[in-house]
């Protein structure tokens, strides 16, 4: 099945620690997007990367760091430079160049919470 | 600022019923604005979408209108049915910039 998968589904993480989530994907996208969710709101870009070993930072990028060293792969890392990281984290992924709609597929989210 | 805004927050409606939520942007250069539902505890997932060259895209209950001098758009929902109660986002986004912003959610609930 073609997808997006995301790992692990529920995060602990004490005080001060780094955390990595995963997000991979087997659409052949060529474009990857983290979005925070916090509850009541919306979802707020973290980073997006349009092409592998590039990545542009979003609207609230601080504490968070991605690498995209793999077309299917764009994990994300929590620091513990992060003031509030307890949140759901929802990976997508879409299409670039001449399509018509920028359609995005989510994946099924990382409820982190810290200790 | 990049900003969508989203209204009601939460809705009840009677099944059968229309559901009507609103969006409004700021940026004039957004050309593409989907709708997107979301259950509790999953990721979003496409509804419907829209480009401002028209003003109304119909998919079977789900229904786009698109005010582009008021930079308004809105989903209608007809015949609400209890499968239908989820979380509803606007978003929008921009050729150059195809990263979505979001509106804050409006959370739908059908009574059977």
């Known amino acids: 099945d073609g997808g997006i998968t995301q790992s692990p589904k529920y995060l602990f993480r004490k005080e001060g620690q780094n955390v990595t989530l995963s997000c991979e994907q087997n659409?052949?996208?060529?474009?990857m997007y983290w979005y925070r969710q916090d509850p009541g709101q919306g979802l707020r870009l973290i980073y997006y990367?349009?092409?592998?070993?590039?990545?542009q930072k979003g609207d609230i990028a601080e504490g968070y760091s991605v690498s995209r060293e793999k077309k299917e792969s764009f994990p994300l890392t929590v620091t513990s430079a992060q003031k509030n990281p307890t949140a759901f984290y929802l990976c997508?992924?879409?299409?670039?160049?001449?399509?018509?709609?920028?359609?995005?597929?989510f994946g099924p989210g990382t409820r982190l919470t810290v200790l | 600022q990049q900003q969508v805004k989203q209204s009601p927050q939460s809705l009840i409606v009677q099944k059968g019923g229309i559901s009507i939520i609103n969006c409004a942007y700021e940026?004039?250069?957004?050309?593409?604005f989907p709708w997107y539902q979301q259950f509790p505890g999953k990721g979003p997932a496409l509804l419907i979408a829209?480009?401002?060259?028209?003003s109304e895209k119909k998919e079977g209950r789900f229904t786009i209108s698109f005010n582009k001098s008021a930079k308004q758009f809105s989903l209608h929902i007809m015949d609400s049915q209890p499968g239908d109660s989820a979380t509803y986002f606007c978003?929008?986004?921009?050729?150059?910039?195809?990263?979505?912003?979001f509106g804050s959610g409006t959370r739908l609930q059908v009574q059977p």
């Open positions: 997508a992924s879409s299409l670039t160049g001449n399509t018509p709609y920028n359609e995005q597929f």
């Open positions: 659409l052949n996208h060529d474009a």
């Open positions: 990367s349009q092409i592998v070993n590039d990545f």
């Open positions: 940026n004039t250069a957004f050309d593409y």
């Open positions: 829209i480009r401002p060259d028209v």
């Open positions: 978003a929008a986004s921009m050729t150059g910039r195809r990263a979505l912003t």
